[in-house]
């Protein structure tokens, strides 16, 4: 992706499907054309051009399919699925308030609404990461009876 002339974005949106056999990787393919054309979106599978279409979708942002879209600024800010309207769970911890609405936010890592109960919080150095683990901790302890062990790889 690059920034072009007047704000303009030329952008290639690649993915990869993953699969152990081909008969798999026909049925996820079709499976993912289908569900994406609900949703007004054409996807083309990159029949023929497979090597330089992996290569593409790999960390190095060298893109060898000779395939871009035109976006403004405000299209390709629809592309990141990077905020939800529906954000925290019915019960569990506080977490803070939403900005927006203020109504609190809960959070219940042990909420059936989720795959798993991983979690990972990102943030810059200072924006309160620790705090935030903490917190989580001590709430979880007092309102929901849960035990934490905290592992430090740099003891
Ligand atoms: N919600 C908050 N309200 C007020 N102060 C906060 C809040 N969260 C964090 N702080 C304060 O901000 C400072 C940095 O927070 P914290 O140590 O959690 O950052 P961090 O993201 O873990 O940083 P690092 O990456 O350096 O470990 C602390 O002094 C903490 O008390
Ligand atoms: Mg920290």
């Known amino acids: ?13 690649v993915a990869t499907v993953f699969a152990y056999s081909m008969d798999e990787l026909d049925k996820y393919t ?7 054309a609900k949703n007004l979106i054409d996807i083309k599978p990159a029949w023929a051009m497979q090597d330089a279409a992996f290569r593409t979708n790999m960390p190095y942002n060298d893109n060898k399919l000779n395939k871009s879209h035109t976006f403004d600024r405000r299209a390709m800010s629809t592309v990141f ?11 569990g911890i506080p977490l803070g308030f ?3 609405t203020g ?8 909420s059936s609404k989720l795959t798993n109960y991983n979690m990972v919080i990102f943030g810059k150095s200072g924006a309160g990461k620790s705090v935030t683990v903490k917190m989580l901790s001590a709430r ?6 849960i035990d934490s062990l905290a592992l430090d790889a740099e003891r």
């Open 1 to 13: 992706m690059h920034l072009g002339l007047n704000r303009l974005f030329s952008s290639t949106i």
């Open 140 to 145: 979880s302890s007092i309102l929901m009876g």
């Open 103 to 110: 109504l609190p936010i809960l959070y219940d890592n042990f």
């Open 98 to 100: 939403n900005k927006q």
């Open 81 to 91: 699925p990077f905020f939800t309207s529906d954000i925290g769970h019915d019960g």
């Open 30 to 36: 079709e499976l993912l054309t289908n569900e994406m």
